[in-house]
């Protein structure tokens, strides 16, 4: 029987995981990608990674691609600093570099993130309401589209995680 | 009762009793349908949930309601669905 789309999923997800830990590269989902793991019920064609931008990142990501079985970062545009990697994986991996719409820098992200497990991986995840900070401020269409399912979201989630009333 | 141990622990070990009660019992349990199927736990999980969170939350149609309330208690692995582009060129989810 073939993998449901949902299988697929998850083993992208655990196959980026772990070639992220054999490379020790450290990265922070963000985008849609981390709304999704965040409860929201939302779908993209890519996952976007932010790492900082250093010397020995830069080698970890060559290795992280090839560890994917990917195709050397490439620029997405002139205008962008972000790249993408094309792989085995089920969708294309996007990079993003130190900081991202909104001015949400990696440390920031990294503070507030959370640690979810993806079979017997784990990834760092960007939390709900800053990927709602950081898609109002890059306000593209796309960004605008998604933002009211995400703040249903964001509200849900803390109605759920609120301690209960007397 | 053993000390020290309690009732999960218990069910977990398991009964040393045989008593024809105790079989009639579980075969009254089976001809209700058994142990719910997970599915069935999930539904009905999310329909509680939906209509503890419905009133608090007026602004948020039920359909969305139910639809994110279904993906936050799913683990996280699951509830991620990608669209993937085939080799033919078209979508997938």
């Not at chain 1, 929201?40 to 990501?61: F, H, S, W, Y």
Request: hydrophobic share 40%; net charge positive.
């Amino acid at each position: 029987m073939d993998a449901t789309s949902s299988e697929i999923s998850e083993r992208t997800l655990v196959a980026l995981a772990k070639a992220l830990r054999a490379v020790r590269l450290e990265a922070i989902v963000i985008g849609n990608s981390a709304s999704m793991l965040n409860g929201a019920p939302v779908t993209t064609q890519t996952i976007d990674l932010l790492i900082r931008d250093t010397g020995p990142n830069r080698r970890k990501l060559a290795r992280f691609a090839k560890e994917i079985g990917g195709s050397t970062p490439v620029r997405i545009s002139e205008l962008s600093n972000i790249e993408s990697i094309e792989s085995a994986l089920a969708v294309p991996i996007e990079i993003h570099y130190d900081r991202i719409a909104g001015g949400l820098t990696f440390s920031f992200l990294r503070s507030r993130a959370q640690l979810v497990t993806v079979g017997r991986e784990k990834l760092a995840v960007a939390a709900l309401a800053d990927v709602i900070r950081s898609k109002e401020a890059a306000n593209r269409p796309k960004d605008r589209a998604v933002l009211p399912i995400l703040r249903d979201t964001l509200a849900v989630k803390s109605k759920l995680e609120a301690p209960p009333e007397d | 009762m053993i000390a020290g141990m309690n009732a999960r622990q218990m069910g977990r070990r398991g009964g040393l009793s045989k008593s024809s009660a105790k079989r009639a019992a579980a075969r009254r349990n089976g001809a209700r349908g058994g142990r719910p199927r997970e599915v069935d736990r999930l539904a009905g999980k999310i329909r509680d949930v939906c209509a503890r969170l419905a009133p608090q939350l007026p602004q948020i149609d039920p359909g969305d309601l139910r639809l994110i309330v279904r993906c936050l208690l799913l683990p996280p692995a699951r509830r991620a669905v990608f669209l993937m582009r085939r080799k033919d060129g078209r979508y997938v989810f």
